[in-house]
C-alpha cells in the first residue's frame, strides 16, 4: 500500500522552524513547492532528536538540492 509521502524526498533538516519556513520560501520563490514536516510537536525539545524536515516533490529534488547548494555558497 502506497503513501503519499513516497513521492516526497526531504532536502533539509532544521532545529527550528523558522529556518525551515526561510527554506521553504527561498525553494517557492524559485518554482519549488515545498513543505515542512514535523514543526508540529507539543514538545519543541524534542526537534534535537528529531529534526524539522523540508520535503519537495521526487521530481523536483535535484534542482531543490541545486538551489540550496548554491544559496549555501553565497553565504
Same mark, same amino acid.
Given at each position: 500500500? &502506497?503513501?503519499?509521502? *513516497?513521492?516526497?524526498?526531504?532536502?533539509?533538516?532544521?532545529? %527550528?522552524?523558522? *529556518?525551515?519556513?526561510?527554506?521553504? /520560501?527561498?525553494? @517557492?520563490?524559485? @518554482? !519549488?513547492?515545498? @513543505?515542512?514536516? @514535523?514543526?508540529?510537536?507539543?514538545?519543541?525539545?524534542? &526537534?534535537?532528536?528529531?529534526?524539522? =524536515?523540508?520535503?519537495?516533490? %521526487?521530481?523536483?529534488? =535535484?534542482?531543490?538540492?541545486? !538551489?540550496?547548494?548554491?544559496?549555501?555558497? /553565497? =553565504?
Amino acid at each position: 500500500m &502506497a503513501t503519499d509521502t *513516497q513521492s516526497f524526498k526531504t532536502v533539509a533538516t532544521f532545529i %527550528e522552524k523558522i *529556518q525551515a519556513d526561510m527554506c521553504v /520560501a527561498l525553494l @517557492g520563490d524559485n @518554482g !519549488i513547492p515545498a @513543505g515542512v514536516f @514535523g514543526a508540529d510537536s507539543s514538545y519543541p525539545s524534542l &526537534a534535537l532528536a528529531r529534526p524539522i =524536515e523540508v520535503k519537495v516533490n %521526487e521530481n523536483d529534488y =535535484e534542482a531543490a538540492m541545486s !538551489i540550496l547548494a548554491a544559496a549555501s555558497k /553565497a =553565504e
